[in-house]
């Protein structure tokens, strides 16, 4: 059974720092492309960053490059996002996928399995 948790979210101040885990289970993550989807109230799932199946290519939405750090461990079958400088508008819940043919990384329909969430709140 394929299956992908996420792990790591929570309530953290503005300025903060977060990591988020993506742990698979069921199959071999390293032989797939990870994606890190957030969304927020109201508004559409947007696509956040994303790490190739062999870690040499990592994509970033312009709102989260320079603070935001995606990685792989594939001894632990788990991908990370790790989260700097925080801000309230980074609220949301974030969403790891995967799937065979990621095409377009921040298009959510190329993803064909996808974690349950977790929520990350920035405030103060």
């Known amino acids: 059974q394929v299956q992908l948790v996420e792990f790591g979210g929570g309530l953290v101040q503005p300025g903060g720092s977060l990591r988020l885990s993506c742990a698979a289970s069921g199959f071999t993550l390293r032989y797939y492309a990870v994606g890190w989807f957030r969304q927020a109230p109201g508004k559409e799932r947007e696509g956040v960053s994303c790490?190739?199946?062999?870690?040499?290519?990592?994509y970033y939405a312009e709102s989260v490059k320079g603070r935001f750090t995606i990685s792989r461990d594939d001894a632990k079958n788990t991908v990370y996002l790790q989260m700097n400088s925080l801000k309230p508008e980074d609220t949301a819940v974030y969403y790891c996928?995967?799937?065979?043919?990621?095409?377009?990384?921040?298009?959510?329909?190329?993803?064909?399995?996808w974690g349950q969430g977790t929520q990350v709140t920035v405030s103060s």
């Open positions: 790490i190739s199946s062999a870690g040499s290519t990592t």
């Open positions: 996928a995967t799937g065979e043919r990621v095409h377009m990384w921040y298009m959510a329909n190329f993803y064909d399995y």
